[in-house]
Nanobody, 124 residues
Framework: QVQLEESGGGLVQAGGSLRLSCVAS????????MGWFRQAPGKEREFVAA????????LHVDSVKGRFTISRDNAKNTVYLQMNSLKPEDTAVYYC?????????????????WGQGTQVTVSS
Protein backbone atom coordinates (compact mmCIF):
# COMPACT_ATOMS: atom_id res chain seq x y z
CA GLN A 1 0.00 0.00 0.00
CA VAL A 2 1.42 3.35 -1.05
CA GLN A 3 1.59 6.01 1.63
CA LEU A 4 2.81 9.59 1.46
CA GLU A 5 3.11 11.30 4.83
CA GLU A 6 3.72 15.04 5.06
CA SER A 7 5.09 16.85 8.10
CA GLY A 8 6.62 20.17 9.04
CA GLY A 9 3.65 22.46 8.74
CA GLY A 10 2.70 24.98 11.39
CA LEU A 11 2.08 28.60 12.24
CA VAL A 12 4.74 31.12 11.28
CA GLN A 13 4.94 34.90 10.98
CA ALA A 14 5.28 36.59 7.62
CA GLY A 15 8.90 36.55 6.51
CA GLY A 16 9.59 33.32 8.35
CA SER A 17 10.59 29.88 7.08
CA LEU A 18 9.36 26.31 7.23
CA ARG A 19 10.61 23.07 5.76
CA LEU A 20 8.04 20.49 4.76
CA SER A 21 8.93 16.82 4.45
CA CYS A 22 7.09 13.97 2.75
CA VAL A 23 8.10 10.38 3.39
CA ALA A 24 6.98 7.78 0.88
CA SER A 25 6.45 4.08 1.44
CA UNK A 26 5.03 1.21 -0.57
CA UNK A 27 6.57 2.33 -3.85
CA UNK A 28 9.98 2.52 -5.49
CA UNK A 29 10.57 6.16 -4.68
CA UNK A 30 13.32 6.70 -7.26
CA UNK A 31 10.88 5.69 -10.02
CA UNK A 32 8.59 8.66 -9.33
CA UNK A 33 8.73 12.36 -9.96
CA MET A 34 7.42 14.14 -6.88
CA GLY A 35 5.35 17.27 -6.52
CA TRP A 36 4.01 19.67 -3.93
CA PHE A 37 0.56 21.23 -4.26
CA ARG A 38 -1.43 23.47 -1.95
CA GLN A 39 -5.06 24.27 -1.32
CA ALA A 40 -6.32 27.38 0.43
CA PRO A 41 -9.86 27.55 1.88
CA GLY A 42 -12.42 28.00 -0.89
CA LYS A 43 -9.85 27.59 -3.64
CA GLU A 44 -8.79 24.81 -5.96
CA ARG A 45 -5.68 22.78 -5.29
CA GLU A 46 -2.76 24.40 -7.11
CA PHE A 47 0.68 23.33 -8.16
CA VAL A 48 3.68 24.58 -6.19
CA ALA A 49 6.76 22.62 -7.28
CA ALA A 50 7.95 19.34 -8.76
CA UNK A 51 11.22 17.43 -8.98
CA UNK A 52 12.42 14.71 -11.33
CA UNK A 53 12.98 11.20 -10.01
CA UNK A 54 16.73 11.69 -10.30
CA UNK A 55 16.59 15.07 -8.58
CA UNK A 56 18.32 16.75 -11.51
CA UNK A 57 15.39 18.87 -12.69
CA UNK A 58 12.85 21.00 -10.87
CA LEU A 59 9.83 23.15 -11.65
CA HIS A 60 8.39 25.91 -9.44
CA VAL A 61 5.30 28.03 -9.94
CA ASP A 62 6.14 31.69 -10.56
CA SER A 63 4.60 32.87 -7.28
CA VAL A 64 7.14 30.91 -5.21
CA LYS A 65 10.26 31.19 -7.36
CA GLY A 66 13.16 32.53 -5.35
CA ARG A 67 11.38 31.71 -2.07
CA PHE A 68 10.60 27.97 -2.17
CA THR A 69 12.92 25.12 -3.13
CA ILE A 70 11.99 21.51 -3.73
CA SER A 71 14.56 18.79 -3.15
CA ARG A 72 14.66 15.06 -2.51
CA ASP A 73 16.73 12.35 -0.86
CA ASN A 74 16.12 9.04 -2.60
CA ALA A 75 18.04 7.15 0.08
CA LYS A 76 15.47 8.36 2.62
CA ASN A 77 12.41 8.15 0.34
CA THR A 78 11.77 11.77 1.20
CA VAL A 79 10.93 14.94 -0.70
CA TYR A 80 11.29 18.36 0.89
CA LEU A 81 9.90 21.83 0.34
CA GLN A 82 11.99 24.60 1.86
CA MET A 83 9.83 27.69 2.20
CA ASN A 84 11.46 31.04 2.94
CA SER A 85 10.10 34.60 3.05
CA LEU A 86 6.63 33.26 3.71
CA LYS A 87 3.64 35.47 2.98
CA PRO A 88 0.07 35.32 4.33
CA GLU A 89 -1.08 34.25 0.86
CA ASP A 90 1.01 31.08 1.24
CA THR A 91 -1.45 29.90 3.90
CA ALA A 92 -2.89 26.56 2.75
CA VAL A 93 -2.86 22.84 3.25
CA TYR A 94 0.22 21.50 1.47
CA TYR A 95 0.13 18.10 -0.21
CA CYS A 96 2.86 15.96 -1.69
CA UNK A 97 2.15 13.72 -4.66
CA UNK A 98 3.90 11.04 -6.72
CA UNK A 99 3.95 10.85 -10.52
CA UNK A 100 5.16 7.75 -12.37
CA UNK A 101 4.90 9.30 -15.86
CA UNK A 102 8.08 11.26 -15.40
CA UNK A 103 7.30 14.39 -17.41
CA UNK A 104 7.89 16.91 -14.60
CA UNK A 105 4.39 18.26 -14.72
CA UNK A 106 2.22 20.77 -12.86
CA UNK A 107 -0.96 18.94 -13.92
CA UNK A 108 -2.73 17.28 -11.00
CA UNK A 109 -4.21 14.43 -13.03
CA UNK A 110 -0.76 13.05 -13.81
CA UNK A 111 -0.10 12.35 -10.15
CA UNK A 112 -1.00 8.87 -8.98
CA UNK A 113 -0.67 9.10 -5.23
CA TRP A 114 -1.36 11.86 -2.71
CA GLY A 115 -0.66 12.48 0.94
CA GLN A 116 -3.16 13.75 3.50
CA GLY A 117 -1.64 17.20 3.71
CA THR A 118 -0.06 19.44 6.31
CA GLN A 119 -1.40 22.86 7.32
CA VAL A 120 0.76 25.94 6.83
CA THR A 121 -0.52 29.18 8.32
CA VAL A 122 1.34 32.46 7.83
CA SER A 123 0.28 35.35 10.03
CA SER A 124 0.74 38.99 9.02
Amino acid sequence: QVQLEESGGGLVQAGGSLRLSCVASGLIFSNYDMGWFRQAPGKEREFVAAIRRSGTGTLHVDSVKGRFTISRDNAKNTVYLQMNSLKPEDTAVYYCAADRFGILTSIKSYYDYWGQGTQVTVSS
